[in-house]
Structure formats: structure tokens, C-alpha cells
């Protein structure tokens, strides 16, 4: 039995790392509590109060909303020691017996437990805020282990000490099968930590052999000769009971990961959206927390198999065919389309090919529609047309050279940001060798180059253990480790890199080593600094401003809990509508268009700030005073409420109309940037968005 819990115990750990597969989070439970036997188990087979031991685990398959399905996996260890037995037999009444009384016989030695591993479906709901109900039923393994016991009736006969034992049962070692529904209520006392308490009724079976005294005769009334007790014989009869217990636990709990199906009412994520409504006579709060790491999908892909990244070939002929595989959910009837480019120094377009198929693989004929194709260095890449799932771009050279040439080992780390930019550093091995000649790096188009998604170059700078790139001896096979940091903004989705080599043979015969090679996942980044930063609007108002029915003042204070030494406003979105939706005519002037206007501004006080204004559309309605970013900078350090008072104009009611008969409601998305490191112009960014009416 023994081995048996090994094997389910280390399934439950192994199902713990499955993070990927579900929308919720994995949740392990400690603790401990009381298992109470009740009925017939805990009367005629004296099973007693248990001390509870639990560890258990949470493994979630879906979830929706504030509602969660999944796994429930539960591991009880149960034992109680000796106590005395309120249900102990009866002693037999002696003629000229005295001090007659019945005693547990082994109270020192006796000792029972329960070993119990489940597993069942848990359903997960909130109440309130926080609290979580969640009904659940395990079902599995049990293993009762129980003493011996023996009850002895002790008296004084004729002066003498005398004892009888008048009952007893065999101890119990039996593994059988239980079943428990139960209900557990879950409350947070952190991101990940949590409380929680559980109550299960469980039932099994149990089964032993018990011992009962008879008196060797009958009495005619209830007392009993001494002769006939001490002379009596034993009954045995094997028994079954039904064990039903109510097991109660609490403990604490510790989740893995993080759940984007929840979304605190008041947490925003630096870069997005999160709509508030609130009436604008009321004043708003709301606390912007960095964000956690992103909860990773498998996504269907295409990964490209022949020719394998960086093949060599001496021409056309020697390319055998183009081949990929789908993972992921398959596509019906899919139709693919494949491009090959050669490229140039500075990738560089020369010339580019294409085909179509149905199937996985090509032949290079119905791509480059010739027997020969030219020396030179190509991309290529397959994608399916109804889904426009596209893969990796891979490459391969043509060339009367021998050369291997490869990059292994790239790892690429995301170093923390630089404003709203990523900064990454990737590493990587440059193998190489060539009866044709050194790989060098002397001839200008050569050397390193690093691009984006659409192939625009990328600034990078090499750095330790390598910061130039060095010359490998062709004669031996040679590695050379490099590393690089690049600035990535945030519309960049992959980083592509190459290492270009001289031409080798000074002939019209190009013999040009190089490689190259996508990483198209880029890593979560983290700024520790950000994350750890808590940005307020405490208490923030929305009032019409009496000089204009288009403007709007949205004041209250920013609150950080770190010193700042700027803060940028930036109008990201606005939106509207009216009701009737004729009584607004709209934008009818720049200044309406969710614009932060002057005079009325003010951060802090000021109203010193650095507009990047609108006088370059051209309009001639437009003005120097109206800007969609306005900057506030402080020569020393900010800390505590900092006052806000934003002046934006928005579409308002047509002329003579009012909001009596002109009902019109806003919601205005807002990017707060805040600058923490002066010297080195490092910030954070958050994202807040106001729903009001003109009412």
C-alpha cells in the first residue's frame, strides 16, 4: 500500500509544474485539524477523535469570470493515541463481589491512524470581494492501522484482587477504497498566500474480529456467580462497519503563477486600460500596481524542418526539398504559401521567390522554376493563408565553398527597461570552419547586423566576453562566444541577427560565410523598480468648467510611493456619446478634440510646464495652448500628495443647446509617466481611464 501512495503523491507534484495548460492558478494546500468518527464505526468499533495532518493541491482545467473547474488532490494523515471509551462494555454483577469496574487494558501502548490520498472536481466561486466557496469531492485510497483492544473487568472477591478480561478486538491493518465530499472557503492574505478551511464527510469500510465474554451459566437474575464468570467461554464473530467521519482542516495555502482572469477593480498594469465608472459629482481613487509576469499560451505554430537553418549548399541541385510541421490545433484544408529571398550585405533584398501547396513540403522546382539559382546568402519562410499563422524565418547559403558555419547556444535575457523601450541582451556561439579561408570582418558591409520584425536595423552595442567581433581560423573548427544589448520599443516582436563574413575568394565566385537567426519570443521584461511602485489618484473630481461647455477640470492628487522628479500627462483616447445623438455637432474645432488646454493647467502648482503643442497640423482654429502631452519637472524631489488639475476639452452641445437637453457621456483615457532616477531619465508608466457625464 505503502508504494502505492509514493506513486500518487509524486503524480500530484508532477501535475503542479503544469502551469501552461490552464487559465487559473495552481494552488497547494498545508495544514491540519480533527477527524471525528460518528455512527456505528466510532460505538462498536471504538475509533476514536484523530489529530489531522492534509496536504493537498488545487490543479485548474478552465475558468470564467470569478468561477473556476479543476482538480482537487488530497493527501490525509490521521492518529489519535490512547483515550478512554464511553461506550465500554458493562460489567458483569458477581455474588460477593465488591469494587466491581471495566478497564481499558492497553492504554499506554494503543495508537491508531488513517492514511487517506484522493482525488475529484473542485468547483471554485466568489462571494464578496475575496472569499472563495468551493465544493469538492475526492474520491481514492485509505489505509486504517488500529491496536488491538481489550476491556477487563477488575473486583474484590473473598479479599483478592481479581480481573477477567470480557472483551476484546483484533487490531485492524486494512487498505480499501473512501469517498468525501466536502466544501472549502479560501481567503487571500497576499498575492500568493491564502487561508483556508475545509469540512468533508468521508465514509469506508473497516472489518476485525471481536471477543465477547458469556458467564458459563445463565443467571437467573442479573447477577452471575463468581465460578460462572471466571469459568465462562468466548464467542468470536467477525464484524464489518461502515466508517463516516467528519474530518475539519485549516491551514495555508500558496498559489503559482498568475491568474488573467482576474482583474482587480482598482489594479492597472502599466500600458493598459482599465475603465472606472463613476459618477462625475463623486470624488475617485484608484491604486496602479506594476504589472507580473504574463501567463504564457501555446500558440499554434509552423517550424520549419528542410533545409535546417544556416545549411550550406553547393547549388539548387543540392536542396532536396522544403519542409515544415503545424503544431498546435490543426488547420481544415490548409493552403501554404512559401517565400525565399536572397539578400545582400545589410540584408538587402536581391531577389525573391515563391510557391503554394496543400501539403507540408515543396520541391525546390515549383519555387525557383530554374535548375540553378545564384550564390548567395537566402531567407526563407512558410505561411498558412487562412490563418496567417507564419513561421520563423530560417536561412541557407549557396555557395562553391566549403564552409560550416553556425550560431548555437542563443539565449537571449531581458535586461529592464528604458522608459517605455526593452533593453535585451542576447548571447550566442559562432562556430566556424572552411578549407577556403578565416572567417574576418574587414571589408566594409560585413560584420554584425540586427533587425526587427520588418527587417529595420536595430542599434546594438557588443559587450563582455567579446566587444569585436574576432577572426576565426578556417583550418580548425573554432567557437567564438558574443554577446549583445539591444533598445527594443514596444511595437517589436521579434530580433533577428547576422554575422556577415568577407568574401573569401577574391574571383567573380562569391564565397561568403554567414548566418543568421530570428528569435521570434521575446522574454517577459520586469522593472523591479516599477513593479514595486504604487502610483494614487486620491480623490480625483470631474467638473465642467463654467467658462466653456466643452471643457472639463479633472482635479485631485497623485500620490507615489517613491520620490519623483517629473510627471507626463498624455491624452491616450477619448470617446462620446449624447442622447439625443443630434444635440452635438462633435469636433467642431481642435481645441475639442480631448485636448489638455492653457490657461487652467496646473501640476503641483505650476503652471510652468512643457507643452508639446498642436501648432503643427496647420489649423488655422488651432493654438499654442492646447497639447495631448504636458510635462511638469521639479529640481528636487517630489514626495506626497502632488495636486493635478487637468483643463481638457471635449465635444459639448450644439450652440444654444445646454446639458439639460444635451445628455453626453465621456470616458477619457489618461498615460501618467513618471520619472524616478534623474540622472539617468528612468520612468514608469501607468494608465488610468474617467467615465463622466455632462450632468
Not at 471466571?230 to 466508517?243: A, F, L, R
Not at 553556425?406 to 526593452?422: Q, T, V
Not at 482654429?621 to 502632488?642: H, M, Q, R
Request: hydrophobic share 30%; proline share 6%.
Amino acid at each position: 500500500m505503502r508504494h502505492i501512495y509514493k506513486k500518487l503523491f509524486s503524480c500530484m507534484l508532477i501535475l503542479l509544474q503544469l502551469d501552461g495548460f490552464t487559465q487559473s492558478k495552481p494552488t497547494i494546500y498545508v495544514g491540519g485539524g480533527l477527524n471525528s468518527p460518528i455512527g456505528t464505526a466510532k460505538q462498536d468499533a471504538f475509533l476514536n477523535n484523530s489529530a489531522a495532518f492534509n496536504l493537498g493541491a488545487y490543479l485548474p482545467l478552465f475558468s470564467k469570470s470569478a468561477s473556476s473547474f479543476g482538480l482537487n488532490l488530497s493527501g490525509d494523515y490521521l492518529t489519535s493515541p490512547s483515550t478512554n471509551f464511553k461506550q465500554a462494555p458493562n460489567p458483569f454483577t458477581i455474588s460477593g463481589a465488591t469494587n466491581s469496574a471495566v478497564a481499558f487494558s492497553n492504554p499506554s501502548d494503543f495508537n491508531q491512524t488513517i492514511t487517506q490520498f484522493g482525488i475529484g472536481p473542485q468547483f471554485n466561486f466568489t462571494l464578496g470581494k475575496k472569499l472563495m466557496v468551493s465544493p469538492l469531492v475526492n474520491v481514492g485510497l485509505t489505509q486504517i492501522k488500529r491496536d488491538s483492544i481489550s476491556f477487563v473487568q477488575e473486583f474484590v472477591y473473598e479479599q483478592r484482587n481479581q480481573s477477567k478480561e470480557i472483551y476484546s478486538q483484533t487490531s485492524i491493518s486494512e487498505s480499501g477504497f473512501y469517498a468525501s465530499p466536502g466544501l472549502k472557503l479560501s481567503y487571500p492574505i497576499s498575492n500568493k498566500l491564502g487561508l483556508w478551511v475545509s469540512t468533508n464527510y468521508s465514509f469506508s469500510k473497516t472489518s476485525y474480529t471481536e471477543r465477547t465474554l458469556f458467564p458459563l451459566k445463565n443467571a437467573a437474575t442479573d447477577e452471575y456467580s463468581y465460578a460462572d464468570v471466571i469459568e465462562g467461554s468466548y464467542e468470536e464473530q467477525s464484524k464489518s462497519d461502515n466508517i463516516s467521519s467528519v474530518l475539519t482542516n485549516f491551514g495555508l495555502s500558496y498559489s503559482f503563477g498568475k491568474s488573467p482572469d482576474k482583474k482587480p477593480k482598482n489594479n492597472l498594469k502599466p500600458n493598459s486600460l482599465n475603465p472606472i465608472k463613476k459618477p462625475s459629482n463623486k470624488p475617485s481613487s484608484v491604486v496602479f500596481n506594476n504589472p507580473s509576469k504574463k501567463e504564457n499560451k501555446t500558440p499554434r505554430k509552423l517550424i520549419p524542418l528542410d533545409p535546417k537553418n544556416n545549411s550550406n549548399f553547393e547549388d539548387g541541385k543540392s536542396i532536396k526539398q522544403f519542409s515544415w510541421k503545424l503544431i498546435g490545433e490543426g488547420i481544415p484544408q490548409p493552403n501554404y504559401i512559401i517565400e525565399v529571398k536572397q539578400f545582400g550585405t545589410n540584408r538587402r533584398q536581391l531577389r525573391s521567390y515563391s510557391g503554394t501547396t496543400k501539403d507540408t513540403k515543396i520541391k525546390p522546382t515549383a519555387i525557383f522554376k530554374e535548375s540553378q539559382i545564384a550564390s548567395g546568402q537566402y531567407e526563407w519562410k512558410v505561411t498558412e493563408t487562412s490563418t496567417g499563422t507564419s513561421s520563423t524565418p530560417s536561412y541557407f547559403s549557396v555557395s562553391n565553398c566549403q564552409i560550416d558555419f553556425n550560431i548555437d547556444s542563443a539565449k537571449i535575457e531581458c535586461l529592464g527597461y528604458e522608459g517605455e523601450d526593452r533593453k535585451f541582451k542576447i548571447s550566442f556561439e559562432s562556430t566556424y570552419s572552411s578549407v577556403s579561408g578565416d572567417l574576418t570582418y574587414a571589408i566594409p558591409g560585413s560584420g554584425l547586423t540586427v533587425y526587427d520584425q520588418t527587417y529595420s536595423a536595430l542599434s546594438y552595442t557588443l559587450v563582455s566576453p567579446n566587444p569585436t567581433l574576432l577572426t576565426q581560423v578556417g583550418a580548425t573548427t573554432t567557437t567564438v562566444n558574443y554577446s549583445f544589448e539591444v533598445t527594443a520599443s514596444p511595437s517589436v516582436t521579434s530580433i533577428g541577427f547576422g554575422l556577415q563574413g568577407d568574401d573569401l575568394d577574391p574571383s567573380p565566385i562569391l564565397c561568403q560565410p554567414g548566418v543568421s537567426l530570428v528569435l521570434d519570443e521575446l522574454p517577459d521584461c520586469y522593472c523591479k523598480e516599477c513593479d514595486d511602485m504604487v502610483l494614487n489618484f486620491d480623490d480625483f473630481t470631474i467638473t465642467p468648467n463654467g467658462a466653456s461647455d466643452n471643457l472639463y477640470n479633472i482635479n485631485g492628487s497623485i500620490n507615489v510611493n517613491v520620490p519623483i522628479y517629473a510627471m507626463e500627462f498624455q491624452v491616450q483616447s477619448y470617446a462620446f456619446s449624447a442622447i439625443p445623438a443630434a444635440c452635438t455637432a462633435g469636433v467642431s474645432q481642435i481645441e475639442q478634440s480631448g485636448m489638455i488646454t492653457m490657461p487652467g493647467t496646473t501640476i503641483n502648482g505650476s503652471s510652468s510646464l512643457q507643452l508639446y503643442n498642436e501648432s503643427a497640423s496647420g489649423s488655422p482654429s488651432s493654438n499654442d495652448n492646447i497639447t495631448k502631452i504636458i510635462k511638469y519637472s521639479s529640481d528636487s524631489p517630489l514626495t506626497g500628495p502632488v495636486p493635478i488639475n487637468l483643463n481638457i476639452g471635449l465635444p459639448g452641445p450644439l450652440a444654444g443647446l445646454d446639458s439639460s437637453c444635451c445628455a453626453i457621456s465621456y470616458t477619457v483615457c489618461i498615460k501618467v509617466k513618471v520619472y524616478y532616477d534623474q540622472a539617468n531619465c528612468k520612468s514608469c508608466v501607468f494608465t488610468h481611464c474617467f467615465e463622466f457625464t455632462n450632468q
